[in-house]
């Protein structure tokens, strides 16, 4: 890391803090602290266009560029002001406002983000005689505002559109997981890839497809083009082909990756084809139209981890004995896995009927969720690389 140095924030989900300061010092960050549904480190340039790309468990990752406190809506414009906008936006460029508010003085969010537009703008017409015009999805700066009580934090993003949006959904589903929160279940289960994976309710195959991402080492975000930095006056477009290059020749191939995946829907099988398709992971990912009642195990280890249906994909007179039903299948067929589980329903947890050896509270979204493990094995747990010894 250069001495040109700065803070960046990476934003999560509750649940994922620890993982994701993992990610970060496998990266090379230094003065990684946990926050609250973030991370903060410190980092270079090349270290933030390294970050995009790599973090698994980022949802964004914004650069802080002022802190003030401001006592009322003309004090915030007066300090939004104070910054040089030219120095980060192009006078004929878009932007967007995102601000996250918790205070006894500003009470809308929305406001707020007006008011930081209204600064910003006005300033691009007082200097040129032409403003930045809002562009909402796919801006060229994306201004974050946090404050609390009178204290204000303002930040740019480096990720541009969130980091959930790997590149590779091409087809979606009622419900889908978020590819953030699927590799965050991968990691605190513990999962490598010298163990089989199954998903027996896989949907359009977002656990399958982050997992094999992770076993072959591919760069999460290698499949978009588009990031915040790359419109931000300082990009270096070669250090950031270097990188892509560099994230390329990392990746590795496994022969024997045991991962697959099923679902009742036909609908669901089809999206995860075409998402495992745009992966380019066809040959390391096998999913089938299954009920999970016949998705059964071809080793006696391995890992199972899934999104069963819950709340809005299953009605609540059907939660309990669906549940059920799985427990048992559980108990029958998969001896030797690992079985986790995600829901948000405590009820239908129960039905299980199974005693859980450890439980992680996540959220799926606005749901808050249990990520339950079940141990289903007996004696020494296995893998395939001790079969092979045999």
């Given at each position: 890391?250069?001495n040109?140095?700065?803070?960046?924030?990476?934003?999560?989900?509750?649940?994922?803090?620890?993982?994701?300061?993992e990610?970060?010092?496998?990266?090379?960050a230094?003065?990684?602290q946990?926050?609250?549904r973030?991370?903060?480190?410190?980092?270079?340039?090349?270290?933030m266009?390294?970050?995009?790309l790599?973090?698994?468990t980022?949802?964004?990752?914004?650069?802080?560029?002022?802190?003030f406190?401001?006592e009322d809506?003309?004090?915030?414009?007066?300090?939004?002001?104070k910054i040089?906008?030219?120095?980060?936006l192009?006078k004929?460029?878009t932007?967007?406002?995102?601000?996250?508010?918790?205070?006894?003085?500003?009470?809308?969010?929305?406001?707020?983000?007006?008011?930081?537009?209204?600064?910003?703008?006005?300033?691009?017409?007082d200097?040129?005689?032409?403003?930045?015009?809002?562009?909402?999805?796919?801006?060229d700066?994306?201004?974050?505002?946090?404050?609390?009580?009178?204290?204000?934090?303002?930040?740019?993003d480096a990720?541009g559109?969130?980091?959930?949006?790997?590149?590779?959904?091409?087809?979606?589903v009622?419900?889908?997981?978020?590819?953030?929160?699927?590799?965050?279940?991968?990691?605190?289960a513990g999962?490598?890839?010298?163990?089989?994976?199954?998903?027996?309710m896989?949907?359009?195959?977002?656990?399958?497809i982050?997992?094999?991402?992770?076993?072959?080492?591919?760069?999460?975000?290698?499949?978009?083009?588009?990031?915040?930095?790359m419109?931000?006056?300082d990009?270096?477009?070669?250090?950031?082909?270097?990188?892509?290059?560099?994230?390329?020749?990392?990746?590795?191939?496994?022969?024997?990756l045991?991962?697959?995946g099923?679902?009742i829907?036909?609908?669901?099988?089809?999206?995860a084809?075409?998402?495992?398709?745009?992966?380019n992971l066809?040959?390391?990912?096998?999913?089938?139209?299954?009920?999970?009642?016949?998705?059964?195990?071809?080793?006696?280890?391995?890992?199972?981890?899934?999104?069963?249906?819950?709340?809005?994909?299953?009605?609540?007179?059907?939660?309990n004995?669906?549940?059920?039903?799985?427990?048992?299948?559980?108990k029958?067929?998969?001896?030797?896995?690992?079985?986790?589980?995600?829901?948000?329903?405590?009820?239908?947890?129960?039905?299980?009927?199974?005693r859980?050896?450890?439980?992680?509270?996540?959220?799926?979204?606005?749901?808050?969720?249990?990520?339950?493990?079940?141990?289903?094995?007996?004696?020494?747990?296995?893998?395939?690389f001790?079969?092979?010894?045999?």
């Amino acid at each position: 890391m250069n001495n040109n140095t700065f803070t960046l924030v990476a934003k999560t989900f509750f649940g994922l803090e620890e993982l994701l300061a993992e990610e970060l010092e496998s990266l090379g960050a230094n003065n990684v602290q946990v926050l609250k549904r973030a991370v903060s480190f410190s980092a270079d340039k090349e270290l933030m266009y390294k970050s995009c790309l790599w973090l698994r468990t980022s949802l964004r990752i914004i650069k802080p560029i002022a802190e003030f406190q401001a006592e009322d809506e003309h004090q915030l414009y007066s300090e939004i002001q104070k910054i040089d906008w030219s120095q980060y936006l192009d006078k004929e460029g878009t932007l967007a406002v995102d601000s996250t508010v918790n205070s006894n003085i500003f009470r809308h969010s929305k406001y707020v983000a007006l008011k930081t537009k209204d600064a910003i703008v006005d300033q691009f017409r007082d200097k040129f005689g032409v403003r930045p015009s809002v562009h909402v999805s796919s801006p060229d700066l994306r201004i974050n505002l946090k404050i609390s009580n009178k204290d204000c934090i303002l930040s740019i993003d480096a990720s541009g559109d969130a980091m959930f949006k790997r590149g590779y959904r091409v087809q979606s589903v009622k419900a889908p997981m978020n590819e953030v929160l699927a590799a965050g279940l991968l990691k605190h289960a513990g999962w490598t890839p010298d163990q089989p994976l199954i998903d027996p309710m896989c949907g359009s195959g977002t656990i399958l497809i982050e997992a094999a991402l992770m076993a072959k080492n591919v760069a999460p975000l290698s499949f978009r083009n588009i990031f915040g930095f790359m419109h931000w006056p300082d990009f270096d477009q070669k250090l950031w082909a270097d990188i892509k290059a560099d994230s390329v020749s990392q990746q590795k191939d496994i022969d024997d990756l045991s991962i697959k995946g099923s679902d009742i829907s036909l609908q669901s099988i089809q999206a995860a084809r075409e998402n495992i398709a745009a992966a380019n992971l066809e040959d390391d990912i096998i999913v089938s139209r299954k009920t999970f009642s016949e998705a059964k195990p071809q080793t006696d280890y391995g890992f199972l981890i899934t999104n069963p249906p819950y709340g809005e994909r299953l009605e609540d007179a059907q939660i309990n004995a669906f549940y059920s039903k799985f427990g048992d299948q559980l108990k029958q067929e998969f001896n030797g896995f690992d079985a986790w589980i995600i829901s948000s329903s405590q009820e239908a947890l129960k039905n299980i009927r199974l005693r859980p050896s450890r439980r992680i509270t996540l959220y799926n979204g606005s749901l808050e969720c249990k990520f339950m493990k079940y141990e289903m094995y007996k004696g020494t747990k296995k893998t395939k690389f001790d079969n092979a010894d045999n």
